[in-house]
């Protein structure tokens, strides 16, 4: 659990990791998260809009992941393995990747300031 927290400092807090997102390596273009790392390292920089800009659900799809690192660290600390989160965040989950897909497929039309630039 420790190398999990370890690895989302690193990618969090590095700035010079190389691009990692199989589709912008194989295909040269964004996926539909793609920015949101930027987008956190700027709003806990303290800078919304300019994370707002990078991607534009950031503030949702931050404190979801949060909240599940958080259920699962509590579920693994109390009963030592890891949580079937279906059940608690199925639904949310399903509906936060679709958002997120609508995002996607509308920056590449030109909303919210077209692709993120990768």
Do not use: E, K
């Amino acid at each position: 659990m420790a190398s999990l927290v370890g690895l989302a400092a690193v990618l969090l807090f590095v700035t010079s990791l190389p691009a990692m997102c199989p589709m912008r390596v194989l295909l040269h273009t964004p996926c539909p998260s793609c920015g949101l790392t930027r987008a956190a390292r700027l709003a806990l920089g303290g800078d919304f809009a300019g994370a707002t800009h990078i991607h534009p659900l950031w503030f949702l799809v931050l404190p979801f992941l949060g909240t599940l690192g958080i259920f699962q660290l509590g579920h693994y600390l109390v009963r030592g393995d890891l949580a079937r989160l279906h059940r608690h965040f199925g639904h949310a989950g399903y509906a936060l990747l679709t958002l997120l897909v609508i995002v996607w497929v509308a920056r590449f039309f030109g909303a919210f300031g077209g692709p993120c630039p990768i």
